[in-house]
C-alpha cells in the first residue's frame, strides 16, 4: 500500500486494523438501487475502500431526485449506474464500482447474489426487496435492506444465518404510498443509507451483530428489535416476465389503458387448475389479489411486478 492509500484509511484503521482493511478491499459487493439509499451507500461504501461493487437499477437521473441524490447535479438523463459509477471513481479510484442498468428480477437476482459477499437492498420495492431475500436466503449470503417514506424508515439485516423478510413480513400492507405520492426527505434517507452502509461493512468486517436486528426511525426518534428466533414463512413467489408460459393463467391488474403484460392475459382469476399469475406495477396489488384468491382456492400463485 502506498502512503496515500495508508493516508486515506487511516482513521478507519485505528478501528479495525490492516487485517480489517484487507477484508474490505477484498470484498465483493451487490447494491440494488442508485437512488437516495443507493447514493450514501455508494459513497460510504466506496470511501471505506471496499473493493468491488455491482451496482443495479435502470433508471435514468431526473431532476426530482436531486434533493436526496445530490451526487447525480451533473448527470440529468443519463443511467444511473453510469453516472454513480463516474462519482465513486472520483472518490476513489481503488474502488471498482460495474454498473448494471436493468433491473433485477428474478431471472437475474440468483447470479448477481452468488457474486457477491453482502448483498444491500436499496430498490426500496416491494417485489426487490423479496426477490432479494429468496435469493439471498438460498444462497446463505446476508441481506441489508432499507425503506424509507416521508420522515421514516428501517433497515435490517437479514439472511446470512438470519431469519429472512418473509419471516418477518409474511404479508405486504392493504396499501402503500411512494416518494412521488407520499413524499420523502432527503437527510432521512441520507441518515438510513449511511446506516445500510455501516451494517454492511460490520458484516464484512466478520461481525454478524446487524443480521436478525431492525433499526426503525419515525424522524429523528430511533428504536429497534431482534428477530433472530422469527419462524421462516410461506409466501407468494415473484417470477420473472419470462417465465409466464402459454399454460398459465395470466391476470393483468394495472389500468386499462396499459397493454396486458402477455398477449393471453385476462382482468379476472377464475381458476381452472392452471397456474394462476397476478401482475401489476409494484407487486402490492398482485399479492392482494393472490392473498384473496388463496382463501378459495388452493392451487399455485406467482407474482409479477412490471416495475
Not at 448527470?75 to 462519482?87: F, I, N, R, S
Not at 454498473?99 to 430498490?123: M, W
Not at 426511525?217 to 419462524?231: N, T, V
Not at 413467489?237 to 392475459?265: G, S, Y
Request: hydrophobic content about 50%; aromatic content about 6%.
Amino acid at each position: 500500500m502506498v502512503a496515500g492509500d495508508a493516508m486515506r484509511y487511516a482513521r478507519q484503521e485505528v478501528m479495525i486494523g490492516a487485517e480489517g482493511q484487507a477484508r474490505l478491499r477484498a470484498a465483493r459487493v451487490l447494491v440494488v438501487g442508485a437512488g437516495g439509499l443507493g447514493v450514501p451507500v455508494l459513497q460510504y461504501l466506496v470511501a471505506a475502500g471496499v473493493g468491488r461493487i455491482v451496482l443495479v437499477d435502470p433508471d435514468r437521473v431526473e431532476v426530482s431526485n436531486l434533493h436526496r441524490q445530490p451526487i447525480y447535479g451533473r448527470h440529468l438523463g443519463m443511467p444511473k449506474v453510469h453516472a454513480a459509477a463516474l462519482e465513486m471513481a472520483a472518490l476513489n479510484p481503488d474502488v471498482v464500482v460495474e454498473g448494471l442498468a436493468e433491473r433485477l428480477d428474478p431471472s437475474n437476482a440468483a447470479a448477481l447474489v452468488a457474486k457477491a459477499d453482502v448483498v444491500l437492498d436499496c430498490a426500496d420495492s416491494f417485489a426487490a426487496t423479496y426477490v432479494l431475500s429468496d435469493a439471498c436466503f438460498a444462497a446463505g449470503r446476508a441481506l441489508i435492506s432499507a425503506s424509507v417514506l416521508r420522515a421514516e424508515g428501517f433497515v435490517g439485516g437479514f439472511c446470512g444465518g438470519a431469519p429472512s423478510v418473509r419471516a418477518v413480513f409474511p404479508e405486504l400492507p392493504e396499501r402503500a404510498g411512494s416518494c412521488a405520492s407520499s413524499g420523502v426527505m432527503g437527510p432521512m434517507v441520507g441518515m438510513i443509507g449511511a446506516a445500510q452502509a455501516q451494517m454492511a461493512m460490520t458484516v464484512l468486517l466478520g461481525d454478524h451483530a446487524p443480521l436478525g436486528s431492525i433499526l426503525r426511525f419515525d424522524g429523528l426518534r430511533p428504536s429497534g428489535f431482534r428477530f433472530d428466533g422469527a419462524a421462516e414463512q410461506e409466501g407468494f413467489r415473484f417470477i420473472a416476465l419470462k417465465d409466464v408460459c402459454k399454460d398459465d393463467l395470466a391476470v393483468e391488474l394495472r389500468e386499462e389503458a396499459e397493454r396486458p403484460f402477455v398477449p393471453w392475459a385476462v382482468r379476472e382469476a377464475c381458476p381452472d387448475g392452471r397456474r394462476v399469475v397476478f401482475a401489476c406495477r409494484s407487486g402490492l396489488r398482485a399479492w392482494a389479489a393472490a392473498d384473496r384468491l388463496r382463501r378459495r382456492w388452493p392451487g399455485e400463485i406467482v407474482l409479477v411486478a412490471m416495475g
